[in-house]
């Protein structure tokens, strides 16, 4: 694996590889790496012949300065995790490289980016589609890879190739999870050894609610999640909202999810993580 820190020793080793007709797959990461991104990695290895992972602890995605100084950062793990999992490149630039400039671009994401973190976190998605079509433009892969923990991001990030008009297959790939359900985040790190207990609470709750679909109302099962995951120790639901699959608005009735099942998606503070889950129905 080579570690490339340029845009343009990036771009020429992608033009390299493109030249003896290689397809490249692209793997956005803000890097604190587990196995929920090696998963990620795996699938592209195995659709790819020349992987590309970035490490970028993006600034223009955090709206809370805290949040982006206590990202934790573990670059030589990350490598070594990549170097293991096959990765050809490693492009792990520095914010300098990157943002040259200040990037003033805003993108006209719509609904999908209004709800939910894009309600709570302003300017958060703004971030994703500048540095992801930064990325995009960079190495241009045949395929990116995203993660469904971050069910949202990955509709706002279609809209914005869309609106771009990157021709790039945009693969979502399912959650990982720890043996007791919680789901893999780099952010997990952060939990006391109490509200590390405590946690797997968010699956469990969720799982508990899909058997409730059948008999109870949105209303109803939306309460359930809530109430039963503040009644957990540490445990505060900033918000919990059922919506359609694509256009990611919330439902009132099932039968209002036209796209495909509903998808429940849960913010929880636990203490003061934040974190993020999500369950089929
Ligand atoms: O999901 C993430 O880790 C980030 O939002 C991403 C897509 C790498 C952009 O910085």
């Known amino acids: 694996m080579e570690v490339i820190r340029t845009i343009k020793a990036l771009k020429q080793k992608v033009a390299e590889a493109k030249e003896k007709n290689k397809s490249v797959g692209l793997v956005p990461t803000m890097g604190a790496l587990h196995q929920g991104h090696i998963s990620l990695v795996e699938r592209a290895r195995k659709d790819n012949?020349?992987?590309?992972?970035?490490?970028?602890?993006?600034?223009?995605?955090?709206?809370?300065?805290?949040?982006?100084?206590?990202?934790?950062?573990?670059?030589?793990?990350?490598?070594?995790?990549?170097?293991?999992?096959?990765?050809?490149?490693?492009?792990?630039?520095?914010v300098e490289e990157v943002y040259p400039e200040p990037d003033t671009r805003r993108f006209d994401l719509g609904p999908v980016a209004e709800v939910m973190e894009g309600a709570m976190r302003p300017g958060h998605f703004n971030g994703v589609a500048q540095i992801v079509s930064k990325l995009f433009d960079?190495?241009?892969?045949?395929?990116?890879?995203?993660?469904?923990k971050d069910?949202?991001?990955?509709?706002v990030i279609r809209k914005m190739a869309q609106i771009c008009g990157f021709d790039i297959d945009i693969i979502d790939c399912?959650?990982?999870?720890?043996?007791?359900?919680?789901?893999?985040?780099?952010?997990?790190v952060r939990l006391t050894p109490h509200q590390?207990?405590?946690?797997?609470?968010?699956?469990?709750?969720?799982?508990e609610s899909v058997a409730?679909?059948?008999?109870?109302?949105?209303?109803?099962?939306?309460?359930?999640?809530?109430?039963?995951?503040?009644?957990?120790?540490?445990?505060?639901v900033e918000y919990y909202e059922i919506v359609d699959p694509l256009t990611m608005q919330p439902i009132e009735?099932?039968?209002?999810?036209?796209?495909?099942n509903p998808v429940g998606c849960v913010?929880?503070?636990?203490?003061?993580?934040?974190?993020?889950?999500?369950?089929?129905?």
């Not at 992987?51 to 070594?80: G, K």
């Open 267 to 281: 913010t929880v503070y636990c203490g003061n993580v934040r974190l993020i889950d999500n369950i089929k129905y």
């Open 151 to 155: 069910f949202q991001q990955i509709a």
């Open 49 to 94: 012949d020349v992987v590309v992972v970035s490490v970028f602890v993006n600034p223009t995605q955090f709206n809370n300065p805290e949040d982006l100084r206590t990202y934790p950062r573990t670059e030589e793990a990350d490598c070594a995790l990549l170097e293991k999992a096959g990765v050809d490149y490693a492009f792990i630039p520095s």
């Open 212 to 236: 409730m679909k059948n008999s109870n109302s949105v209303e109803e099962v939306k309460k359930f999640v809530t109430d039963s995951i503040n009644s957990v120790d540490e445990m505060e």
């Open 253 to 260: 009735k099932w039968e209002d999810a036209v796209n495909g």
């Open 138 to 148: 960079m190495v241009q892969p045949h395929r990116a890879y995203f993660g469904e």
């Open 196 to 207: 590390r207990e405590v946690a797997p609470a968010i699956h469990k709750v969720l799982s």
């Open 174 to 188: 399912p959650i990982k999870r720890e043996a007791d359900g919680l789901a893999m985040s780099s952010r997990n």
